[in-house]
């Protein structure tokens, strides 16, 4: 069975405080490794998509890793702007577009 | 990316009555999906729904307590029936271009029920 896990589960920064989360996988052949982030009432908002290990990809504060077992979403000297509930999700399987979702990563950055 | 709206983005609802869901999408896609996200989880997915045929179902979810209509490329309905507390989340649909890649989600329908 395909699993997902993320650590930690909050987080808490000082502003400008750079740190890294932590998304594990297990699945049967990867396809693909999303990450969103989530405000409070709202629906999860696509930030990065990651396909095989060794790729990287920036936005921002945020730059996001994979390897063949986990990806890491990097902040860099964040915001409290940047406070939300950090979301990854897999793709895997030969067919389908079904993802399965981490429990997410709840970061809180003080001013 | 799509622009998604859900119709209602809340409601209160008696227990045994049943709530239906919008979502529209602001251009044609070809895949739809529907999720549930219970208070202080994450996101699970309840079904694929098929444009022209009925909709996949994942594991722990049915036809009878979930229907789901699909009658274009830019629309989807998802019904919640015979609603109970345990039904109280938070009901996305998402969507995708392709059967590749990644989804693009609505706002959400906070459901709670009493």
């Known amino acids: 069975e395909d699993q997902v896990t993320q650590s930690p589960e909050a987080l808490r920064l000082q502003e400008g405080e750079s740190s890294s989360l932590n998304c594990s996988y297990t699945v049967s052949g990867l396809r693909g490794l999303f990450w969103y982030r989530q405000d409070p009432g709202k629906g999860p908002e696509f930030l990065f998509t990651l396909y095989s290990a060794g790729e990287e990809k920036e936005k921002e504060r945020l730059k996001a890793t994979l390897t063949k077992k986990e990806s890491f979403l990097h902040i860099t000297a964040p915001k409290p702007e940047d406070s939300a509930t950090y979301l990854c999700?897999?793709?895997?399987?030969?067919?389908?577009?079904?993802?399965?979702f981490g429990p997410g990563t709840r970061l809180s950055v003080l001013p | 990316s799509a622009v998604i709206s859900q119709k209602p983005s809340r409601d209160i609802c008696q227990r045994g009555t049943s709530l239906t869901i919008q979502c529209q999408v602001d251009?044609?896609?070809?895949?739809m999906f529907w999720y549930r996200q219970q208070p202080g989880q994450s996101l699970t997915l309840i079904a694929t729904?098929?444009?022209?045929?009925?909709?996949?179902?994942e594991s722990g979810f049915v036809i009878d307590k979930f229907p789901i209509s699909r009658p274009n490329l830019t629309f989807s309905t998802l019904t919640v029936s015979n609603m109970s507390p345990e039904d109280s989340s938070i009901y996305l649909c998402?969507?995708?271009?392709?059967?590749?890649?990644?989804?693009?989600f609505g706002p959400g329908t906070r459901l709670t029920v009493t």
């Open positions: 251009s044609q896609v070809t895949m």
């Open positions: 999700a897999v793709q895997a399987g030969n067919y389908g577009q079904n993802f399965v």
């Open positions: 998402s969507v995708a271009t392709s059967g590749e890649g990644e989804q693009y």
């Open positions: 729904a098929n444009q022209g045929s009925e909709a996949t179902y």
